[in-house]
């Protein structure tokens, strides 16, 4: 398996890939996981991390493009031919995760097995996602390359609904599985301080009203629009409290600052680990997310369906192409709107009861983790079933750049 992402880390694709192993090695397989220098190892059985060398200027991985990816990714390149072409282990087939499907694809012809491309997000979509260029050039080199991944691939998983329709309109849905991230952020359990003494720590009262928001602050995120909104919200509900879990520690001073200057009442933790995380939304009374663009499903509202606490969230496909109407409130991304939607929530508690069930029901219904295992478990079928076929073709129409995904 081949991910260039800093593994682990909690955050977007680090904790699908380790969903994803998670599930191989309970059916048996054996993963050896070729990834960054960055990040902490994880304990899990038939699983041996093979880790390239960490350049001495290098200590954290940005999410998106960057220069930084670029040189760990060219690092990373010649750590996977050393392993597979030169080291003893004889391999069945490759599952490459990102951009890492370049690699994959070709290094499953030479070595004669089939490879698996797990589409995460739309690579040249992350260019504008995260303005990182303008450049027509560049992003016709994305597109490629997207097509060579896509269309090399003897199965291709995408992860959301979004994501499965590009691989249709490519020509080669027959070989797209579509798996949502179920799991999310989901962690092993941990014992946590209940309630009350989790939201003393953090300076609020056993009663008042609590809205939670948790994940990274990029761009696409809308923390703007979430602080912008906590103003007009706490206009309707004095006491209320937006309780922000994430961002890097300048990311969190620069938001600390605005808000207060704003009068916005939210009270920001910072990064935490990823078992805090259910303790916070236990401490909470509504759930937000409020993205303002990419169409990709974040991993948090999976296991936020199964929390037991009502929803709020934008009414962009980003979110629709999972939460309904009678399980969520969907808003438009208005800081009056979003206001609006937390504001009812918070006082209505017999509507936020009947959203928060019908989002368990929705949970238990379509995103199962017995579903996550079964859908694996067809992918890896139609894998080892290809490896007698001759490689696919690759398509050379088509483009997967109109769409608007966010990278994890």
Excluded at 193 to 214: D, N
Excluded at 369 to 388: G, W
């Amino acid at each position: 398996m081949l991910a260039p992402e800093p593994f682990f880390e909690p955050r977007g694709t680090p904790f699908s890939e380790f969903h994803r192993i998670k599930a191989l090695v309970e059916d048996g397989h054996h993963v050896d996981l070729v990834t960054y220098p960055v990040g902490r190892d994880v304990d899990l059985p038939r699983l041996r991390i093979i880790r390239t060398w960490r350049p001495p200027f290098v200590r954290a991985v940005p999410i998106g493009p960057s220069l930084i990816k670029l040189v760990l990714d060219a690092l990373l390149t010649l750590t996977i031919l050393r392993v597979a072409l030169f080291a003893r282990t004889r391999y069945d087939a490759i599952h490459s995760h990102e951009e890492m499907g370049v690699i994959g694809v070709w290094l499953a012809r030479r070595l004669g097995i089939p490879h698996l491309y797990d589409m995460h997000s739309s690579l040249p979509q992350q260019l504008g996602n995260f303005k990182y260029s303008r450049s027509s050039l560049l992003r016709w080199v994305f597109e490629r390359a997207e097509h060579y991944m896509v269309g090399g691939s003897q199965v291709v998983i995408t992860i959301c609904q979004d994501l499965q329709d590009t691989v249709h309109e490519m020509g080669v849905g027959d070989r797209a599985v579509l798996i949502e991230n179920v799991m999310g952020g989901d962690v092993d359990p941990t014992p946590g301080p209940g309630r009350e003494a989790l939201r003393a720590v953090w300076g609020l009262t056993a009663t008042q009203p609590v809205v939670l928001y948790t994940g990274t602050f990029e761009q696409y995120q809308g923390l703007d629009l979430l602080l912008e909104a906590s103003v007009r919200l706490k206009a309707a509900v004095p006491d209320v409290a937006v309780l922000v879990v994430g961002g890097a520690p300048e990311q969190v001073a620069d938001l600390a600052a605005r808000a207060l200057a704003a009068g916005a009442p939210l009270v920001l933790t910072g990064q935490r680990p990823p078992t805090d995380v259910p303790h916070f939304v236990d401490a909470c009374d509504v759930l937000v997310s409020p993205r303002i663009s990419g169409t990709n499903t974040p991993l948090k509202i999976y296991s936020y369906l199964r929390s037991g606490r009502p929803i709020v969230a934008t009414n962009l496909r980003t979110h629709t192409q999972v939460l309904t109407p009678d399980a969520s409130v969907l808003v438009e991304p208005t800081p009056e709107a979003l206001a609006a939607g937390l504001a009812h929530v918070l006082g209505d508690r017999a509507a936020a009861a009947r959203i928060a069930d019908a989002a368990r029901g929705l949970a238990d219904a379509r995103y199962s983790r017995q579903s996550y295992l079964q859908r694996t478990r067809r992918a890896y079928a139609m894998l080892l079933a290809s490896r007698q076929a001759p490689p696919p073709p690759v398509p050379l129409t088509g483009t997967a750049a109109s769409r608007g995904q966010e990278p994890r």
